[in-house]
């Protein structure tokens, strides 16, 4: 497994930008697919995000298509998730995780995940 911690939430506005970054240590971080995962309060953890080892395949959520961007360097072993034109909807957990696995778009894919980071959007 690799360690992940996640960092950059905050309080922002509408309107807003943000960018979360995901710091691995371990097993080697060019190896995994990288996802950010969101969770509101009471509802489930839902895909926000993905990327392939190699950096050249992304992924996204519909809510998010067009206002996140995510990015790694393998040389730094770090994962972001740029969030800009934040929404209130957008208020969440972000969590970072790791994966092995082709389904990038599901939670059982990742056997390595952070502890998250808040993000909260005030209107």
């Known amino acids: 497994q690799v360690q992940l911690v996640e960092s950059g939430g905050g309080l922002v506005q509408a309107g807003d930008s943000l960018r979360l970054s995901c710091a691995a240590s371990g097993r080697t971080f060019s190896d995994y697919t990288m996802g950010w995962f969101r969770q509101a309060p009471g509802k489930e953890r839902d895909f926000v995000a993905a990327?392939?080892?190699?950096?050249?395949?992304?992924y996204y959520a519909d809510s998010v298509k067009g206002r996140f961007t995510i990015s790694r360097d393998n040389a730094k072993n770090t994962v972001y998730l740029q969030m800009n034109s934040l929404e209130p909807e957008d208020t969440a957990v972000y969590y970072c995780a790791a994966s092995r696995a082709f389904n990038y778009w599901s939670t059982g894919a990742y056997d390595s995940w952070g502890r998250g980071t808040q993000v909260t959007v005030s209107s």
């Open positions: 990327i392939r080892w190699s950096g050249d395949r992304t």
